[in-house]
């Protein structure tokens, strides 16, 4: 967005104070959403009796709506203004959450996370932008850090709530009770937010941007969808691959020739912008994808209560707090140093988690959390100042674009081949171990070694194929982390690659 003159100095402090809260509560609220239902998935997944690579569905498709809505939040608000479109996507917003919880099907609930996705999108951008403009250049520091610690605390704040209340009363109510807080920050905006920005819109390329959800919409569906139709196997699937390939192909050319496209492709010959899209893409697959896979692993595999659940995922926000003590001071000393020592932070606590067994404690989950945790918060300072540090002022908005499309992108899409990884060499596992479970096995005819998993009984076959449900299950989550660990390694040599010196203004 544009800055215009800021008119804080009208302002009284009272009403400035006001306002920053009210902002703080707006974005409190979409990362609260965004944890809790990680935290509640495995409970969700009972309720609506839906299978692992089904329930994913909730994370991704939210997601996915994300991605496509960020880069349409500045047009939006230049159409319609800062403060009707704010206290509109706060109504929204809780809207959708409140039928989220609501719904009885799980094709209900994954239209409701794509509706609170799109409403969503835009709190933290436009957010961030109307206090940049509101308050004068020599607060910016004070006031974006003051924000900052609530909007990372959403995360954290969400995760506990989500947890303590699908364990005390329902996953429903933890939906629910989004809606005071809601409330709290609309009325907060409404009262003390101007108008602002109204008749600003620029030209929108509806040939690029609606090419490009499409390419989006239909690549994540056969993400989603392969598992459960086996594949190239499917019509629908082949449908699928051949109208995103289609749609991604009317995307290139179009912004290619097109003298004013969505998103301007020419950037991308900038190599440090390149560079950091790469690095956001898979900044975005390691960030969330191990909060959606340790909630259904903790409780289905462990029998750990989601309030637990909830305080151990919370681990990963405490590390992301004590990242914002050192992340300026690495960065100002070497920007290439920094990022490597995030990415290897996430190289650690994965090879943990890929080290882990059924006797897995509470230590090793919040242990691993916090050490990602903290890696995600010193990676994403030198990541978007290698990304934007050669990149001229003009192409700011498009670049922004790319940069939180690509990040979201890279969650929804590694969640996808996760879940689908788990769920597969879960079963191809099973399917070995069960060759062990016969007559002819040493171990099974000996009564002192085999106790109550008997091959004698009905009774013991069963026990035995659970215990080896839950030890292939295992496998499959392990194999899982080794794929996230090969990821996180795989991107610390294009750390070399980045152009460094005055041009750029990136440290080595």
């Given at each position: 967005m544009?800055?215009?003159?800021?008119?804080?100095?009208?302002?009284?402090l009272?009403?400035?104070?006001?306002?920053?809260?009210?902002?703080?509560?707006?974005?409190l609220i979409?990362?609260?959403?965004?944890?809790?239902a990680?935290?509640?998935?495995p409970?969700?997944?009972?309720?609506?009796s839906?299978?692992?690579?089904?329930?994913?569905?909730?994370?991704?498709?939210?997601l996915?709506?994300?991605?496509?809505?960020?880069?349409?939040?500045?047009?939006?608000?230049?159409l319609?203004?800062?403060k009707r479109?704010l206290?509109?996507?706060?109504?929204?917003?809780?809207?959708?959450t409140?039928?989220?919880?609501?719904?009885d099907s799980?094709?209900?609930l994954?239209?409701?996370?794509?509706?609170?996705?799109?409403f969503?999108?835009?709190?933290?951008?436009?957010?961030?932008?109307?206090?940049?403009d509101?308050?004068?250049?020599?607060?910016?520091?004070?006031?974006t850090?003051l924000?900052?610690?609530v909007a990372?605390?959403g995360p954290?704040?969400?995760?506990?709530?989500?947890?303590y209340v699908?364990?005390?009363?329902d996953?429903?109510?933890?939906?629910y009770l989004?809606?005071?807080i809601g409330?709290?920050a609309?009325?907060?905006c409404?009262i003390?937010?101007?108008?602002?920005?109204r008749?600003?819109?620029e030209?929108?390329?509806?040939t690029?941007?609606?090419s490009?959800?499409?390419?989006?919409g239909?690549?994540?569906l056969?993400?989603?969808?392969?598992?459960r139709?086996d594949w190239f196997?499917?019509?629908?699937?082949?449908?699928?691959?051949?109208?995103?390939a289609?749609?991604?192909?009317?995307?290139?050319v179009?912004?290619?020739?097109?003298q004013?496209?969505?998103?301007?492709?020419?950037?991308l010959?900038?190599?440090?912008?390149?560079?950091g899209l790469?690095?956001?893409?898979i900044?975005?697959?390691?960030?969330?994808?191990?909060m959606?896979?340790?909630?259904?692993?903790l409780?289905?595999?462990?029998?750990?209560?989601?309030?637990?659940i909830g305080v151990l995922?919370?681990?990963r926000?405490v590390?992301?707090?004590?990242?914002?003590?050192?992340?300026v001071?690495?960065?100002?000393?070497?920007?290439?140093l920094?990022?490597?020592?995030?990415?290897?932070?996430?190289l650690?606590g994965g090879?943990?988690?890929?080290s882990?067994?059924?006797?897995?404690?509470?230590?090793?989950v919040?242990?691993?959390?916090?050490?990602q945790?903290?890696g995600?918060?010193?990676?994403?300072?030198?990541m978007?100042?290698?990304?934007?540090s050669a990149?001229?002022s003009?192409d700011?908005?498009?670049?922004?674009?790319?940069?939180?499309?690509?990040?979201?992108m890279?969650?929804?899409?590694?969640?996808?081949v996760?879940?689908?990884?788990?769920?597969?060499s879960?079963?191809?596992?099973?399917a070995?171990?069960?060759?062990?479970?016969s007559?002819?096995?040493?171990?099974?005819?000996?009564?002192?070694?085999?106790?109550?998993?008997?091959i004698?009984?009905?009774?013991?076959?069963?026990?035995?194929?659970g215990?080896m449900q839950r030890?292939a299950?295992?496998?499959?989550?392990?194999?899982?982390?080794h794929?996230f660990?090969i990821?996180?390694c795989?991107?610390?040599p294009?750390?070399?690659?980045v152009?460094?010196?005055?041009?750029?203004?990136v440290?080595?």
């Amino acid at each position: 967005m544009t800055a215009i003159p800021s008119e804080s100095e009208s302002l009284p402090l009272f009403r400035q104070v006001m306002l920053l809260v009210s902002l703080s509560v707006s974005t409190l609220i979409y990362g609260m959403a965004l944890t809790m239902a990680n935290v509640l998935l495995p409970q969700i997944q009972g309720s609506l009796s839906a299978t692992q690579d089904q329930i994913a569905w909730v994370v991704t498709f939210h997601l996915v709506a994300v991605a496509v809505a960020t880069p349409l939040s500045g047009w939006v608000a230049g159409l319609i203004g800062r403060k009707r479109f704010l206290t509109g996507t706060i109504v929204c917003f809780v809207i959708s959450t409140v039928l989220c919880g609501a719904s009885d099907s799980l094709t209900e609930l994954v239209v409701w996370r794509i509706a609170q996705g799109l409403f969503g999108a835009p709190l933290m951008p436009l957010v961030q932008a109307i206090i940049l403009d509101v308050y004068p250049r020599r607060n910016h520091a004070l006031v974006t850090m003051l924000w900052g610690l609530v909007a990372v605390s959403g995360p954290f704040t969400g995760a506990i709530f989500g947890g303590y209340v699908g364990e005390l009363i329902d996953w429903r109510w933890a939906f629910y009770l989004v809606t005071p807080i809601g409330i709290l920050a609309w009325t907060g905006c409404q009262i003390f937010l101007t108008e602002g920005w109204r008749g600003r819109t620029e030209h929108m390329d509806w040939t690029g941007f609606l090419s490009l959800i499409i390419a989006i919409g239909t690549f994540q569906l056969m993400l989603d969808r392969g598992l459960r139709l086996d594949w190239f196997e499917s019509t629908e699937i082949i449908i699928e691959a051949v109208v995103a390939a289609l749609a991604f192909y009317i995307f290139l050319v179009h912004s290619l020739t097109a003298q004013r496209p969505f998103l301007n492709l020419r950037i991308l010959r900038n190599r440090n912008f390149s560079l950091g899209l790469i690095f956001a893409f898979i900044f975005g697959a390691l960030y969330l994808t191990p909060m959606v896979l340790y909630p259904t692993l903790l409780q289905d595999l462990r029998d750990f209560p989601e309030s637990v659940i909830g305080v151990l995922l919370s681990a990963r926000a405490v590390g992301n707090w004590f990242s914002f003590l050192v992340v300026v001071q690495l960065t100002h000393f070497s920007t290439r140093l920094t990022i490597t020592m995030g990415f290897l932070c996430q190289l650690l606590g994965g090879l943990w988690m890929a080290s882990l067994d059924m006797n897995l404690t509470l230590w090793d989950v919040i242990w691993t959390n916090a050490i990602q945790g903290f890696g995600t918060g010193i990676i994403y300072v030198p990541m978007t100042i290698i990304a934007f540090s050669a990149l001229s002022s003009r192409d700011f908005a498009e670049g922004s674009a790319m940069f939180h499309l690509l990040r979201n992108m890279g969650s929804a899409i590694f969640i996808s081949v996760s879940v689908t990884l788990v769920v597969t060499s879960g079963n191809a596992s099973y399917a070995g171990l069960t060759e062990f479970a016969s007559t002819f096995s040493e171990l099974l005819r000996n009564p002192g070694l085999v106790g109550a998993w008997s091959i004698e009984n009905p009774g013991g076959l069963l026990g035995l194929s659970g215990e080896m449900q839950r030890q292939a299950a295992m496998i499959g989550y392990i194999n899982a982390f080794h794929l996230f660990n090969i990821l996180a390694c795989a991107v610390i040599p294009l750390v070399l690659l980045v152009q460094t010196g005055g041009e750029t203004g990136v440290r080595r």
